[in-house]
């Protein structure tokens, strides 16, 4: 109930200014742009949309992701209406999901957005669109670990921009950790487990499978225990700042 | 009403607040005062449930807030030092989010809202981005939020903080109305407001209190029948505390 109030006045603040609309539409141009670009789109004949288009939102998301997050708690901790939210009847569990899930919706609708190109594929081949939604749902997954992960660098801090900049740098380590080309590398230098665990750090192990239209359950825990975990956090340093 | 219990909150190894003891009974208005820093607000924030005492408790109508903290919150109504408030939103949704937040639905909220923005004079504002206010209209509309739903127990931090003489006249005329059905707490260091619109005051000095009584009590102990002078006597200076 309350983290339902709180969930609405979160989302009505993100569409009352300019940033999801800004985030929205950059993510639109980007996403479209890359796919018809690098992604070779036209040229490459794939109806799967795995590697023209999904392949570049993780990409897009750990610059993008902190932006929609970065507000959350940093701009709570500056005005000082955290010590509203802290006096009203509401415990710290329900102002973390009605944030978390409001700032959730707004990449859902930057998503749902992005449906002309399945009308795309669909018009021009004929794809297997139980995969496309998986690759949907890795999607959004990773955006959302993102997002708690921003979530949890804001509640360190009243400063947005230190917010921002911390946050893209973890989720861009965990976009880079996982990808072929960067494990290669590392590779060379580095022992094999100490690779492993690397990759074991970045979301493509989990994203790719997804992305090929497997709903491995792992992936899914893995997701949802990584985002839980940011949450929790979230929660702790909330109530060790106040002590 | 309240009742505090050897309050006591320790940052680190500076003690703030020493363990305090006071009561306020209902249709008591209890005047606050003490130089900066002594630890005012720091007391408001650990009976309004913002932050936990290090030792001691603070009882809300005889729930306790160490323990029952969701419950107690529901009595109180408290305006924050700064008066924090959503910027991007309405008088009125501001309004209508907190009403909510208290639990308040349908006509019941509507209703809390309007006498609120009654109470308060806010009418000419209702509908203006908070952002637009003006400090008086800042300061009120927060005052506003914490009248909603008629709590039985008021706390005030510097209620009348940056307001023009008209102002804090309006505050204080209010602070004397709504006493006479609730208890009140509020902090102050501006001195004639204890005589406007107190039935008792204490003085906290680097958190301990260091006198209490009604007004006309007061001024027989200052002896010179000046409220600065027993303040300037029982009070050091902020040189002095920090020498
Ligand atoms: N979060 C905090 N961490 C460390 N010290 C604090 C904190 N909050 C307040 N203090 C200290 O506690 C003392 C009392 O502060 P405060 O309650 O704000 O005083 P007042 O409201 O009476 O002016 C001050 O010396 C202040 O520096
Ligand atoms: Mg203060």
């Given at each position: 109930?309350?983290?339902?109030?709180?969930?609405?006045?979160?989302?009505?603040s993100?569409?009352?200014?300019?940033?999801?609309?800004?985030?929205?539409v950059?993510?639109?141009?980007?996403?479209?742009?890359?796919?018809?670009?690098?992604?070779?789109?036209?040229?490459?004949?794939d109806?799967?949309?795995?590697?023209?288009f999904?392949?570049?939102?993780?990409?897009?998301?750990?610059?993008?992701?902190?932006?929609?997050?970065?507000?959350?708690?940093?701009?709570?901790?500056?005005?000082g209406?955290?010590?509203?939210?802290?006096?009203?009847?509401?415990?710290t569990?329900?102002?973390?999901?009605?944030?978390?899930?409001?700032?959730?919706?707004?990449?859902?609708?930057?998503?749902?957005?992005?449906?002309p190109?399945?009308?795309?594929?669909?018009?021009?081949?004929?794809?297997?669109?139980?995969?496309?939604?998986?690759?949907?749902?890795?999607?959004?997954?990773?955006?959302?670990?993102?997002?708690?992960?921003t979530?949890?660098?804001?509640?360190?801090?009243?400063?947005?921009?230190?917010c921002?900049?911390?946050?893209?740098?973890?989720?861009?380590?965990?976009?880079?950790c996982g990808?072929?080309?960067?494990?290669?590398?590392?590779?060379k230098?580095?022992?094999?487990?100490?690779?492993?665990?690397?990759?074991?750090m970045?979301?493509?192990?989990?994203?790719?499978?997804?992305?090929?239209?497997?709903?491995r359950l792992?992936?899914?825990?893995?997701?949802?225990?990584?985002?839980?975990?940011?949450l929790?956090?979230?929660?702790?340093?909330?109530?060790?700042?106040?002590? | 009403?309240?009742?505090?219990?050897?309050?006591?909150?320790?940052?680190?190894?500076?003690i703030?607040?020493?363990?305090?003891?006071?009561?306020?009974?209902?249709?008591?208005?209890?005047?606050?005062l003490?130089?900066?820093g002594?630890?005012?607000?720091?007391?408001?924030?650990?009976?309004?449930?913002?932050?936990?005492?290090?030792?001691?408790?603070?009882?809300?109508?005889?729930?306790?807030?160490?323990?029952?903290?969701?419950?107690?919150?529901?009595?109180?109504?408290y305006?924050?030092?700064?008066?924090p408030?959503?910027?991007?939103m309405t008088?009125?949704?501001?309004?209508?989010f907190?009403?909510?937040?208290?639990?308040l639905?349908?006509?019941?909220?509507?209703?809390?809202v309007?006498?609120?923005i009654?109470?308060?004079?806010?009418?000419?504002?209702?509908l203006?981005?908070?952002d637009?206010?003006?400090?008086?209209?800042?300061?009120r509309?927060c005052?506003?939020?914490a009248?909603?739903?008629?709590?039985?127990?008021?706390?005030?931090?510097?209620p009348t903080?940056?307001?023009?003489?008209?102002?804090?006249?309006?505050?204080?005329?209010?602070?004397?109305?709504?006493?006479?059905t609730?208890?009140?707490?509020?902090?102050?260091?501006?001195?004639?407001?204890?005589e406007?619109?107190?039935?008792?005051?204490?003085?906290?000095d680097?958190?301990?209190?260091?006198?209490?009584?009604?007004?006309?009590?007061?001024?027989?102990?200052?002896?010179?029948?000046?409220?600065?002078?027993?303040?300037?006597?029982?009070?050091?200076?902020?040189?002095?505390?920090?020498?």
């Amino acid at each position: 109930m309350s983290s339902c109030t709180i969930y609405k006045r979160e989302l009505s603040s993100y569409f009352s200014q300019p940033t999801a609309y800004a985030i929205i539409v950059i993510f639109l141009s980007l996403s479209m742009g890359l796919a018809f670009s690098f992604g070779k789109f036209m040229s490459i004949g794939d109806a799967s949309l795995e590697w023209t288009f999904f392949f570049w939102q993780p990409w897009i998301y750990m610059l993008l992701a902190p932006a929609v997050g970065m507000k959350l708690w940093a701009d709570e901790q500056r005005t000082g209406t955290i010590e509203l939210l802290g006096t009203f009847p509401v415990s710290t569990w329900s102002c973390i999901l009605g944030k978390f899930f409001a700032a959730a919706t707004v990449w859902l609708v930057a998503l749902l957005l992005t449906f002309p190109i399945v009308i795309t594929v669909n018009y021009l081949g004929n794809p297997d669109n139980g995969a496309i939604l998986a690759g949907y749902i890795g999607s959004f997954l990773v955006c959302c670990t993102f997002l708690a992960i921003t979530m949890l660098v804001s509640a360190c801090t009243r400063d947005q921009v230190v917010c921002l900049i911390v946050s893209v740098a973890i989720c861009v380590t965990m976009v880079l950790c996982g990808y072929d080309d960067f494990t290669r590398e590392l590779g060379k230098a580095a022992s094999p487990g100490a690779v492993e665990a690397v990759v074991s750090m970045g979301v493509w192990d989990h994203f790719s499978s997804l992305n090929q239209g497997l709903l491995r359950l792992q992936d899914l825990v893995w997701f949802a225990s990584f985002i839980f975990v940011c949450l929790l956090g979230t929660s702790a340093i909330l109530s060790s700042k106040r002590a | 009403m309240i009742e505090v219990e050897t309050l006591t909150k320790q940052f680190g190894s500076k003690i703030a607040v020493n363990n305090l003891s006071f009561t306020v009974k209902k249709g008591e208005v209890l005047g606050f005062l003490g130089p900066n820093g002594a630890g005012k607000s720091t007391t408001m924030r650990m009976i309004t449930g913002f932050i936990p005492p290090t030792s001691g408790d603070a009882k809300l109508c005889g729930i306790s807030m160490v323990d029952r903290p969701a419950e107690a919150k529901t009595k109180i109504g408290y305006l924050p030092e700064s008066a924090p408030l959503y910027n991007e939103m309405t008088v009125t949704g501001f309004l209508k989010f907190c009403a909510s937040i208290r639990g308040l639905t349908g006509t019941a909220k509507n209703d809390a809202v309007e006498r609120a923005i009654e109470t308060c004079f806010l009418n000419s504002v209702a509908l203006q981005s908070i952002d637009t206010l003006s400090k008086g209209y800042r300061h009120r509309t927060c005052l506003a939020q914490a009248l909603l739903h008629d709590p039985e127990v008021l706390i005030l931090d510097e209620p009348t903080d940056g307001l023009d003489p008209n102002q804090k006249f309006e505050v204080r005329q209010l602070i004397k109305r709504l006493g006479q059905t609730k208890a009140i707490l509020f902090s102050t260091h501006i001195l004639e407001e204890v005589e406007a619109s107190c039935t008792r005051a204490v003085i906290v000095d680097r958190g301990v209190i260091v006198a209490d009584g009604t007004p006309s009590e007061l001024l027989a102990q200052s002896g010179t029948g000046s409220l600065t002078d027993l303040f300037r006597a029982v009070t050091s200076s902020d040189t002095e505390a920090a020498a």
